[in-house]
């Protein structure tokens, strides 16, 4: 069977929840699943979880973490040699995988962090059974076109917009 290509992108929260989600099912039918985040340190409350489940391998750079748009030269610059690095190794890794979680792989293309014709090359010569999930806001035109689904997440109200944190076990 062939493997498909999912997208969950928008501004409203879930898009993490759904990769987890689609993870966990995937292990309970006894696939081999890989996740790794990217601007994200490995601090997230499903990680100890993911981790615990015996086909699931949780894989973090935990070089540099946050927003973008708050990093320094310097750090953007370790962000994009590090990341890329990272991307590298786990498209090597996911040759022993079934399903291949990408998290907030849509930013890091966004932001030139990982470069997406690198991405792109990868989703098109992955291997054939490989089920692979991205994630973030504002995938670029040749994402979308890519996917065989995409599910948009659309904020309509939060939190966050009457200035509360996001909160643990929550949001992160």
Known sequence: MMGKIHLYCGDGKGKTTAAVGLAVRAAGAGKRVLFTQFFKDGSSSEIPILAGIGNIQVIHRNTVRGFYSRMTE??????????????????????????????????????????????????EERPGNLEVILTGRNPSHRLLEIADYVTRMEKVKHPFDRGLSARKGIEF
């Open 74 to 123: 310097e750090e953007r610059a370790v962000a994009v040699r590090d990341y890329t690095e990272h991307f590298r190794e786990i498209c090597k890794m996911a040759q022993n995988a079934d399903v291949l979680v990408l998290d907030e792989m849509v930013s890091a293309c966004n932001h030139a962090v990982v470069p997406e014709d690198e991405v792109i090359r990868f989703l």
